[in-house]
């Protein structure tokens, strides 16, 4: 995933909290904020009076927000948190757990820098060796690494609610360690927590059985992504307006967001998919001025030197960087209940443009457990796997692992529901 460059200026850190239903996710966002001192204090004054007798605050309530949630005790929708450390600055996206929501943990992964794993130890049994990690853990840690997200950072949860923590913390900690070398993962951290008493969350927890850094520690010392400067320079355009000069002539400036690469004042470009040369007349940056160069990352308007007709959806680029493409191969997130099967038709969202297309063959399906393929016909709701799509128009095409969502990256909708059937990462 590509950062722009005001979020890598004042070093934000985009991260999402996932893992399995009741894991914890909220009530570590909380001790997050608490311990931070990002909370006011009319919001420590209602968390004390509803807590519960004496027992410790129930520190989700910052978190599930929306009514429905407080009832079930579950995280719905994506709730969206923000706070800072003198190191660095946070915003935390608290994904669900519940396997039906899974959609909302796929958009919590967008753009994200960074997906903190809760795993309850409290679930597992630790007498098994070795210990089975729960589906949804396995999966939201799969999705996280196939949607792009750099660094994955494992918190086994509620270590204090244990008979035994170092030996639970011993085995659980092998378990991770199998699932990711099995699942070519390269996790940046495992370590214990206590969301609820606040263990290991924002001081580091000192016993004989761990001396590691606290969550918080992690968070801050993460290396930021770096904007890929070096490829040839792309822009979806999102948006033409027309300017007026005083002279009766209306020029266009074209918006959008700079993909990859430079630009600057003077370079030849090429419009996709009509393939109409032009160079770059002016640029604007978003707050009106002109600028002479703008860089992957930054919203930039682009002036062209000649009238052409360019649409919402339509591509600008170094000459040769925009190919089409009708056909490829692309790793599929299903999030439907609708099955997805061969021949298919949906819609299909490329950047800021809309296509037709179908699904022309699904090679196979990731099992969750054994992390092998499984050759199968349709891919249900929450599976992974990879298929072959095919567009009715061509789409300039780029690996998702090369250019991220900027490019790599499909949103598929079922034209018959309207609802988000899956996301397409392209090979």
């Known amino acids: 995933m590509h950062t722009p460059f005001s979020e890598l200026a004042h070093g934000a850190l985009r991260f999402l909290t996932a893992g399995s239903v009741d894991d914890g996710k909220s009530t570590l966002i909380g001790r997050l904020l608490l311990d931070s001192q990002a909370l006011m204090r009319d919001q420590v004054d209602t968390l004390q009076r509803l807590r519960r007798g004496e027992g410790a605050l129930d520190l989700s309530l910052l978190t599930d927000g929306l009514e429905a949630e407080r009832e079930q005790g579950i995280t719905i929708d994506v709730a969206y948190r923000y ?27 967008a753009g994200s820098h960074a997906a903190v794993i809760l795993v309850d130890v409290t679930k597992l049994d630790l007498n098994q060796r070795p210990v089975r990690l729960l589906p949804q853990t396995r999966r939201h840690a799969l999705l996280a690494h196939r949607l792009g997200v750099p660094h994955l950072v494992f918190a086994v949860n509620k270590i204090d609610a244990v008979a035994d923590p170092g030996a639970a913390w011993a085995a659980v900690y092998d378990a991770l360690r199998a699932f990711c070398a099995d699942a070519g993962l390269q996790p940046a951290a495992i370590l214990p927590v206590s969301a609820l008493r606040g263990d290991n969350v924002t001081t580091a927890l000192r016993s004989a059985w761990y001396d590691g850094p606290s969550l918080l520690h992690v968070l801050e010392t993460l290396p930021l992504p770096q904007p890929p400067l070096s490829s040839p320079w792309r822009l979806a355009v999102q948006w033409v307006q027309r300017t007026g000069d005083g002279t009766g002539e209306q020029p266009r400036v074209l918006w959008g967001r700079l993909a990859c690469g430079r630009v600057h004042v003077g370079a030849a470009l090429q419009v996709f998919p009509s393939g109409q040369p032009a160079r770059v007349a002016a640029l604007w940056h978003h707050a009106g001025r002109p600028i002479e160069e ?14 052409l007709d360019v649409s919402r959806g339509d591509w600008l680029g170094a000459p040769d960087a925009l190919t089409g493409q009708r056909r490829f191969a692309a790793t599929v997130a299903w999030l439907d209940t609708d099955a997805a099967v061969v021949g298919q038709r949906y819609w299909l969202r490329h950047g800021h443009r809309w296509v037709q297309g179908r699904i022309a063959a699904i090679e196979h399906r990731l099992d969750i457990q054994t992390l092998q393929p499984v050759d199968v016909h349709a891919l249900g709701a929450n599976d992974i796997g990879r298929a072959v799509l095919e567009t009715a128009a061509p789409l300039p095409l780029v690996p998702f692992r090369h250019a991220g969502p900027d490019g790599g990256a ?18």
């Open 83 to 109: 706070f800072a450390t003198p190191r660095r600055k946070f915003i935390i996206a608290d994904a669900p757990g519940h396997e039906q929501y899974t959609r909302n943990m796929v958009t919590a992964a």
């Open 294 to 307: 703008a860089a992957a990352g930054q919203s930039v308007g682009v002036q062209l030197d000649r009238q």
């Open 410 to 427: 499909l949103i598929v909708v079922d034209p018959r529901t309207h609802r988000t059937a899956g996301a397409a990462l392209v090979e």
